[in-house]
T-cell receptor, first 111, second 117 residues
Framework: RKEVEQDPGPFNVPEGATVAFNCTYSNSASQSFFWYRQDCRKEPKLLMSVYSSGNEDGRFTAQLNRASQYISLLIRDSKLSDSATYLCVVNRVWDDYKLSFGAGTTVTVRA | DVKVTQSSRYLVKRTGEKVFLECVQDMDHENMFWYRQDPGLGLRLIYFSYDVKMKEKGDIPEGYSVSREKKERFSLILESASTNQTSMYLC????????????????FGPGTRLTVL
């Protein structure tokens, strides 16, 4: 079983729509969770960390569900510039400086 | 502005050639990583270094070696390139947080797309 699993999508949404997607992680002892964003032919960049209580950063909301071992990302009022692949990332238990990356969920926002 | 640079954006090599991929970071980070990224598989860790001259195997080290002689530079070496090493190679760095692991954000270079013919 993969450490981090994501629905690859693509999620095709119109501008202004809300889009949400999840990822699941396999190790219940994981402590640190992140969403990275990767634009086409570019490197991944940190979008936001995910905290236990859930957190928002502008139009982006991240949630963590430890009981079911999933993380979600919600994008409100989608912009064309939100088109990207979103990578779910989890720290490796007992190997803390290393991260496990999901394969990514692709979001395409259309005009 | 933090910066991780990689020596080449695109590289084409022949089977059996020795290939060097260079990565330099200017953030004085202790940790450096080499990943490869393939469609549907995500980023897979090849090697990790937490200090000068220190290295650890990642998930897929076979066919690769690394060198870290200076803190800012981490090199990936393909001793004898093979076609199944055609991939996007990404270098990353991170600092070692004091007293915890609340944020070990990794900063990535722009990647090297390697094609082995």
């Amino acid at each position: 079983r993969k450490e981090v699993e994501q629905d690859p999508g693509p999620f095709n949404v119109p501008e202004g729509a809300t889009v949400a997607f999840n990822c699941t992680y396999s190790n219940s002892a994981s402590q640190s969770f992140f969403w990275y964003r990767q634009d086409c032919r570019k490197e991944p960049k940190l979008l936001m960390s995910v905290y236990s209580s859930g957190n928002e950063d502008g139009r982006f909301t991240a949630q963590l569900n430890r009981a079911s071992q999933y993380i979600s990302l919600l994008i409100r009022d989608s912009k064309l510039s939100d088109s990207a692949t979103y990578l779910c990332v989890v720290n490796r238990v007992w190997d803390d400086y290393k991260l496990s990356f999901g394969a990514g969920t692709t979001v395409t926002v259309r005009a | 502005d933090v910066k991780v640079t990689q020596s080449s954006r695109y590289l084409v090599k022949r089977t059996g050639e020795k290939v060097f991929l260079e990565c330099v970071q200017d953030m004085d980070h202790e940790n450096m990583f080499w990943y490869r990224q393939d469609p549907g598989l995500g980023l897979r860790l090849i090697y990790f270094s937490y200090d000068v001259k220190m290295k650890e195997k990642g998930d897929i080290p076979e066919g690769y070696s690394v060198s870290r002689e200076k803190k800012e530079r981490f090199s990936l070496i393909l001793e004898s390139a093979s076609t199944n090493q055609t991939s996007m190679y990404l270098c990353a760095s991170s600092f070692t947080p004091q007293g915890g692991h609340t944020n070990n954000e990794q900063f990535f270079g722009p990647g090297t797309r390697l094609t082995v013919l």
